[in-house]
């Protein structure tokens, strides 16, 4: 038990800010996800069911069903889910996070980050890239296909690298050094992406693979800039989860959205979800389509801006702004700054040049927001509301107050402080 509220909220922090991130393996999700048995899918956001999904999740739902066999087509497919016939589960309620519609399925393989310090695991997919892809909504044989490389040679391939070498791989030197490198690790990875390439590459040409595997893989890595925002994903979840041990405190621990509703989880709530409609993103759009095109926020890449990443230290990545519709630099600096406004430290661990090398803000208090009204920024890929379409632009969005004013009463009420 904590004497005040701080001294638990300053507990938080140390957890996450002495978490240790191991890049350990990458295996089928079924083999440490033992909720994976039978016709089980699990989603991005709090809880939700088929219904209250929208189209671009659906369609993440129709292509995990191809691609583990269950239907033969997309009709069969449909049928099935519309039907009841499988189950949804939140990919946070097993250790796990996923982008977008974060559709994770038995046979899809999973990046598996340790967190060293605390001992506890936490699981992401791969990103497939960019186009046509499972996570912004499409299904098509390319898609399918796809992710069946990536189960077949891509995952075998990064596992048998990973166990040559000596502990796994350090995820935070990547990110103190990409940092530096102008990555905020939700919408730019460019360079956290060459760094991890940079590290894999030598036990790669030394893994008893064949050449066309070996070049394939190596292709994909180069090609796929976002490649390191599953591996920060699955880094940012295992250290939040370390920090909801301490039961008491108002440090957000979890934050993320399934296109129905926002989710936030706190410190010292355990595993209640505080829940609001969903926003949907503004930002800029890829030509031919406009803000009429987006679909409402999803994806449990919200994690980044709870581990103060991300939206938050947009700052960091001054090349990215107009790519998110944020305008010039002063517009970065202006959303760190006001980021900072909800948080209660510093990382140090994570030091951005361009904010005169302070760290990272982090913990995020809902104290904070209810007292100033501002809600956390997050930066997003923006989906078109259509599955099938994919990706459509990128740009930001907010969370919704409800979910921090919600979060208040019952942390209140737990307290015995009388609303």
């Avoid at 016939?85 to 974060?102: D, K, N, Y």
């Avoid at 796809?146 to 070498?165: E, F, G, H, I, Q």
């Avoid at 890449?301 to 230290?313: C, D, N, P, R």
Wanted: overall charge negative; aromatic content about 8%; proline content about 4%.
């Amino acid at each position: 038990m904590y004497s005040t509220i701080d001294e638990a909220n300053q507990a938080v922090i140390e957890k996450i800010k002495n978490s240790q991130p191991f890049l350990l393996d990458v295996v089928p999700a079924k083999s440490v996800i033992p909720e994976l048995n039978g016709k089980v899918l699990l989603h991005a956001g709090p809880p939700m069911e088929w219904e209250n999904m929208t189209d671009p999740m659906k369609g993440s739902c129709v292509g995990a069903v191809l691609f583990e066999g269950w239907a033969a087509d997309e009709t069969e497919a449909r049928k099935m889910l519309e039907g009841g016939e499988v189950q949804f589960i939140p990919c946070h309620h097993v250790s796990a996070v996923g982008p977008m519609g974060g559709i994770t399925s038995a046979n899809m393989p999973v990046l598996v980050v340790e967190n060293k310090e605390h001992g506890n695991r936490a699981y992401c997919t791969m990103n497939e890239g960019i186009g046509k892809v499972l996570r912004f909504g499409a299904y098509s044989e390319e898609v399918i296909n796809r992710l069946n490389w990536m189960r077949d040679v891509l995952a075998p391939t990064l596992s048998k690298v990973l166990k040559l070498m000596d502990g796994g791989l350090n995820v935070n030197v990547i990110i103190g050094k990409a940092i530096t490198m102008g990555d905020e690790f939700h919408q730019r990875n460019i360079a956290a992406s060459l760094v991890f390439l940079k590290e894999v590459a030598p036990y790669l040409t030394i893994a008893n693979l064949d050449e066309k595997t070996k070049h394939d893989v190596m292709k994909f890595l180069a090609d796929t800039d976002q490649f390191f925002l599953n591996i920060m994903m699955a880094s940012a979840k295992a250290a939040m989860d370390a920090s909801r041990t301490i039961e008491y405190g108002t440090i957000v621990t979890a934050m993320t959205r399934n296109g129905h509703e926002f989710g936030i989880r706190v410190a010292g709530l355990g595993d209640q979800w505080f829940t609001a409609p969903v926003n949907t993103p503004e930002g800029l759009f890829f030509t031919g389509y406009t803000q009429d095109d987006a679909n409402p926020d999803m994806g449990d890449s919200a994690i980044t801006e709870t581990f103060g990443v991300g939206a938050m230290a947009m700052v960091a990545a001054p090349g990215v702004t107009r790519f998110v519709g944020a305008g010039g630099f002063d517009d970065a600096l202006a959303i760190s700054n006001e980021m900072s406004e909800i948080c209660i430290a510093y990382n140090s661990n994570y030091a951005i040049p361009t904010w005169n090398f302070q760290g990272t803000c982090l913990g995020i208090d809902i104290r904070k927001v209810v007292e100033t009204g501002i809600t956390p920024i997050i930066n997003t890929g923006i989906a078109h509301k259509q599955a099938g379409v994919g990706q459509v632009g990128a740009g930001t969005v907010r969370v919704p107050f409800g979910c921090f004013e919600k979060a208040l009463i019952a942390y209140a009420e737990k307290m015995g402080i009388e609303v």
